[in-house]
């Protein structure tokens, strides 16, 4: 096949090299190019083509210069003058990073010693290679183990493997040529390093043979080919592969044996290897016509070397420069390369990727192009660029199908809508079906990608297509995948999506089949009951899941499931509304399914009673409660279910209406649980439960709530409402047991007899009695009210009215009495009080205790006596003696008392007080004289009181000595104790007018 040729080389520049002598050999490396001279001396430059360095290296020619690989060092071949004058060959290690000495000269890091063991090496040498040693840790950073051959004119390849910079490394030879047989030998025309495994090997060509050594037994592995090749004309690839040319061709050897060969004829003079590709230089010679006259021509033999670089891979010729004058070497450096010549340098920048794709894409090169681009994670994107203009190209061309392999492989990187977009025609399905299964194999397929998916096989008819995506798709690891809760199932597709047009092409099997593997129960159960009717088998499937996944479906479906099976449902919702851990709630309320019973009253009946009875005391036992009383309350259950509407009329089933009254039971019972006493709270919604009474004319739980609420009236008025006599009566009567004023409910009574029913003709004579009875023993209603009452009514009988009246005069002569009396006896010890008051304010008090209060010991001076006649000696009463310690907490109560009294009657909100109470009582007369008796009409004058917290006396505001006490004077012990008060003194047992006390 014919090479294309491309020129992926850009000629940038050409550097004219001005030192003394040519150049003979160069190698680069950091970013720096070395050049041998025949002078001897080696020339450092940098990329800006300026000479860093220059030193002497050897004393004559350098005839070889090489970069140790990832270092400093370079290993330099030369003449130099040895014993007798003669030319020797050195060889020397360098290193560029080492600083110069101040007179500007470089030591050498070692020379190579030969097999003589001195600074020469035997014979002449043709070529060497130098590398680092895979096998050797460096024991310096500057310093790493070399692997240094040598190939020698003589056959011999003389070996250098350590740390030849520190002068520690083994030296060997190998020999190319049996021994002894001297006439067989070739000269080494070129060296290269492999690796078999681990083990660095070295290929060794001469101009006979092509052989690989192993370095660690130093033997030869095998002969590769009988054939060997002149000098430069071997090199190493990027793999350790020994590339060989020759002038009919270029052939590739591996460890093992020859490889390929490829037909590149020529005087070939250099041929070198770098990043893949295959550098030759070639010698051409060809005869050139030069016009003498107009008749006559001569021949001129020219001359030129022709550089090409090969892309073996591709099979491109990626440039070919033909110069004139001779090439020593091509080195690689500086993101180029550069050909070295004996007087200058030239530059060959290769293109970008970029660059040499838009080459090739002006000429609809696109599989060269592909191969071009190397299978790297980071040319990705490259690739998907050229796989999109590739299949542009053939999407004009018609060629569908070739189009949507290349737009396959732009998956991940090309938009899907720009693929999609040009194969929506109904004659490229298939191939946008392709397209749309590759990108969910790879995961990247959304939402509309799985509808238009399911689509083209739909419209293929492609049932196995669709049973293998869906397999494929819901195929999981481990059940932690299938109930993970996520969109994305398999990695493939969304299964929303899907159900959802499976559905649409009524692929109700698939649908089901799909989400029942994906766990999506909200599909299934939606499958399973809106598409295939199969009620008994969802409900099955219900019961097997676990109580947190079962509440979904029940709350989405509860209400289809109650239209065909409503037992086995409730069922259901009883156990899910029950099931919990212990200890833990359960996992769903039942109020949460109150709205899907709204056409079931019955099971929901069923439903309530099971939940109220199981699960007490719940947050929603209040809506619980007022919901299942609702129903017991209703007319008809059946009322409620609701069979169909149209322009707004709603038709309502009848049904028979037995089992009211049972109903009716049970609510009041439910009543009773739910409101045990007075003391605590409902547990319902009381007001509504109230309205629904109300609605339902359910009397005996309109009792119920209005005495628990406290409302008595409203009791009455429901018994009034039903004329039931005996209760509103009995009523009345247990009201006056247990509240202080119960005159308006009696009140209330009379007047509804008297008023309502006689006046409708009833006989109530017996009730008006029985009730003015009741009035009449325990008072609830002064006389004249009643008869006021009574009066409104003309039919009543005199009879009953007398009876009352004879009763009533009775009792009031009695009250009177005892009024009577009562009243004389206040007013005795009125009298009795005063009298005392006087004498302790104007006579005289004898104090005849013989012994202290406090410790019952014989009194002595100094004594402390009180009103309230009580004695202490001084002694006992300590910091307590101006009150008397007996008296003083019966005094602090009475003084309070009045101080409360005072404080009350000067509230400003008194008044408000009073008359309120005296609303509320039955006998308002006592109200009165109760306010009168606390003082609470007349403000008291404080100062009539005596301060019981201090043991003087006030009278009027003035205040008289504190206390008597008892003094035995000094040296008069026949006049015996005296006593002395306002500064006179007192025998004793004389009165004393003026002491402490305590009153």
């Known amino acids: 096949a014919m090479w294309r040729r491309f020129r992926f080389f850009e000629k940038e520049e050409k550097q004219d090299l001005d030192e003394e002598g040519e150049v003979s050999c160069a190698c680069g490396g950091r970013g720096q190019l070395v050049l041998g001279r025949t002078n001897g001396r080696v020339q450092v430059v940098d990329r800006g083509w300026k000479t860093q360095e220059t030193f002497v290296a050897h004393q004559s020619d350098v005839k070889h210069v090489q970069a140790v690989p990832g270092s400093s060092m370079v290993l330099t071949v030369g003449k130099e003058k040895g014993p007798n004058n003669a030319n020797c060959f050195a060889s020397k290690l360098w290193d560029l990073e080492q600083p110069v000495s101040k007179s500007g000269t470089r030591s050498c890091l070692q020379t190579l010693r030969g097999t003589s063991n001195n600074r020469y090496i035997d014979g002449e040498i043709n070529c060497c290679v130098v590398a680092l040693d895979p096998l050797q840790k460096p024991s310096m950073k500057q310093h790493p183990g070399l692997i240094v051959g040598m190939g020698m004119a003589n056959g011999d390849v003389l070996v250098f493997r350590g740390n030849v910079a520190r002068d520690k490394y083994q030296k060997f030879v190998l020999q190319t040529t049996p021994e002894g047989n001297a006439n067989a030998r070739t000269a080494v025309t070129g060296l290269g390093l492999g690796m078999v495994g681990q083990q660095p090997v070295l290929y060794v060509v001469t101009s006979a043979q092509t052989m690989v050594y192993d370095l660690a037994t ?151 192009a592909l191969s071009l681009v190397p299978e790297d994670p980071s040319f990705a994107e490259v690739r998907s660029d050229v796989h999109q203009r590739y299949g542009d190209h053939l999407y004009k061309k018609g060629d569908y199908t070739g189009a949507m392999e290349q737009y396959i492989e732009t998956i991940g990187f090309l938009e899907p809508s720009y693929v999609i977009r040009k194969f929506l025609d109904a004659q490229r399905i298939s191939s946008l079906t392709l397209y749309l299964e590759k990108l969910h194999e790879k995961g990247l397929g959304g939402a509309d990608h799985t509808t238009l998916l399911l689509n083209c096989y739909t419209r293929l008819k492609d049932v196995s297509k669709l049973d293998a995506f869906i ?5 999981f690891e481990d059940e932690n995948e299938r109930h993970a809760g996520k969109t994305q199932y398999g990695g493939s597709f969304d299964v929303s999506t899907a159900i959802r047009v499976l559905r649409g092409a009524e692929y109700f099997e698939h649908a089901l089949f799909l989400s029942k593997q994906a766990g999506d129960y909200d599909w299934y159960f939606r499958i399973l009951f809106d598409d295939l009717k199969r009620y008994e088998e969802g409900i099955e499937h219900i019961a097997q899941l676990e109580p947190n996944v079962r509440k979904g479906p029940l709350l989405k479906h509860g209400k289809t499931l109650l239209d065909h099976s409503p037992t086995r449902a409730t069922a259901q919702l009883m156990e899910l509304c029950t099931a919990g851990t212990e200890g833990a709630e359960p996992v769903a309320q039942a109020t949460e399914f109150l709205h899907i019973y709204i056409e079931h009253p019955q099971e929901l009946l069923v439903f309530l009673e099971f ?118 009566i009995d009523t009345c009567r247990r009201f006056s047991e247990s509240m202080a004023n119960t005159q308006p409910h009696w009140l209330r009574v009379l007047d509804y007899f008297v008023n309502h029913e006689c006046r409708e003709g009833k006989d109530v004579s017996a009730e008006v009695e029985e009730v003015l009875e009741c009035i009449h023993d325990k008072s609830h209603l002064p006389p004249m009210l009643v008869l006021q009452t009574l009066s409104k009514n003309k039919e009543i009988n005199m ?78 009463l300590e910091d307590t003696e101006a009150e008397c310690p007996i008296c003083a907490p019966l005094a602090h109560n009475v003084w309070e008392i009045q101080s409360a009294l005072a404080r009350q009657a000067s509230d400003p909100k008194s008044a408000e007080k009073f008359f309120r109470k005296l609303k509320d009582s039955s006998d308002g007369f006592s109200v009165v004289a109760e306010q009168f008796s606390r003082g609470l009409f007349a403000a008291p004058r404080m100062d009539e009181f005596i301060d019981p917290m201090n043991s003087s006396t006030f009278i009027h505001g003035k205040v008289e000595d504190r206390y008597a006490v008892d003094q035995k004077e000094q040296g008069d012990s026949n006049r015996g104790p005296f006593f002395q008060a306002n500064g006179e003194r007192f025998p004793a047992g004389r009165q004393c007018s003026t002491t402490a006390s305590n009153f």
């Open 218 to 368: 130093r033997a030869k592995l095998h002969t590769l080919d009988d054939e060997g090749c002149e000098t430069k004309n071997v090199c190493t690839t990027d793999k350790g592969q020994l590339v060989m040319g020759r002038k009919e061709a270029v052939y590739i050897y591996e460890v093992d044996g020859r490889g390929p060969c490829f037909a590149f004829p020529g005087d070939r003079r250099l041929m070198k290897w770098w990043q893949g590709y295959l550098i030759t230089v070639d010698h051409v010679e060809e005869s050139k016509k030069l016009a003498v006259s107009n008749t006559v021509y001569e021949t001129e033999q020219q001359e030129r070397n022709d550089i090409k670089v090969y892309d073996l891979k591709n099979k491109l010729i990626v440039c070919n420069l033909k110069l004139v004058d001779e090439v020593l070497d091509v080195v690689f450096e500086w993101d180029g390369m550069v050909v070295i010549q004996k007087s200058c340098c030239l530059y060959l920048r290769e293109k970008d990727m970029a660059s040499k794709l838009e080459i090739l894409f002006q000429k609809d090169l696109y599989v060269i």
């Open 799 to 876: 009879e009953v009215v007398r009876r009352y009246l004879s009763k009533s005069m009775d009792m009031q002569n009695r009250q009177i009495e005892e009024a009577h009396t009562e009243s004389s006896r206040l007013e005795k010890e009125t009298a009795q009080m005063e009298k005392e008051i006087k004498a302790l304010r104007t006579k005289p008090i004898l104090f005849q205790n013989n012994k202290c209060s406090a410790c019952m010991n014989p009194l002595d001076l100094p004594s402390v006596h009180f009103f309230c006649m009580h004695s202490y000696h001084q002694r006992c």
């Open 611 to 728: 939940i109220v009875n199981t699960v007490p005391n719940s947050e929603d036992e209040n809506v619980l409660t007022t919901t299942l009383l609702e129903l017991y309350l209703a007319q008809d259950l059946e009322a409620a279910r609701m069979h169909g509407a149209q322009n707004g009329h709603v038709e309502k089933s009848t049904s028979s209406i037995a089992g009211r009254n049972e109903r009716r039971e049970k609510a009041f019972h439910l009543l009773q649980k739910a409101w045990p006493d007075d003391s605590s709270d409902p547990h319902f919604d009381s007001s509504k439960a109230l309205m629904l009474c109300q609605a339902s004319e359910f009397s005996q739980g309109l009792v119920f709530l209005y005495e628990r609420m406290g409302q008595y009236r409203e009791v009455l008025e429901v018994y009034m409402a039903d004329h039931n006599y005996r209760s509103l």
């Open 471 to 475: 397999a494929a798709a819901t195929s």
